[in-house]
């Protein structure tokens, strides 16, 4: 069982930047791949990022809408992963969820059983 608490949202203009936080409880931290997705008002949960597990050398990806501006690492001495936001554009704004999931990393939502509630990130243009 993993427990995930997202942090670091709030409000930002075009072109700022945020880092969100997702510290995780557990002693097997470093063995789960990490994601984070967002959901926009009446938009479906989409994939943004994510990063193997250490074992699988922390290998991270990221959504072609991100690519370039959106960064996301880990730390397994803090059980925390980060997703770094540079260059934020309205079309960002959403709420920011992390998740979990043990062996590889998957694109798909439900292919995740863990979650955090959630951190809004509004991007004002």
């Known amino acids: 069982q993993v427990q995930l608490v997202e942090s670091g949202g709030g409000l930002v203009q075009t072109g700022g930047s945020l880092r969100l936080s997702c510290a995780a409880s557990?002693?097997?931290?470093?063995?789960?791949?990490m994601g984070w997705f967002r959901q926009a008002p009446k938009k479906e949960r989409e994939f943004v990022a994510a990063?193997?597990?250490?074992?699988?050398?922390?290998?991270?990806y990221s959504a072609d809408s991100v690519k370039g501006r959106f960064t996301v690492s880990r730390d397994n001495a803090k059980n925390t992963v980060y997703l770094q936001m540079n260059s934020l554009k309205p079309e960002d704004t959403a709420t920011y969820y992390c998740?979990?999931?043990?062996?590889?990393?998957?694109?798909?939502?439900?292919?995740?059983?863990?979650w955090g509630q959630g951190t809004q990130v509004t991007v004002s243009s």
């Open positions: 990063i193997s597990s250490s074992m699988s050398g922390a290998i991270a």
């Open positions: 557990g002693r097997t931290f470093s063995s789960y791949a």
């Open positions: 998740a979990a999931r043990e062996y590889g990393v998957r694109w798909s939502r439900a292919e995740y059983p863990y």
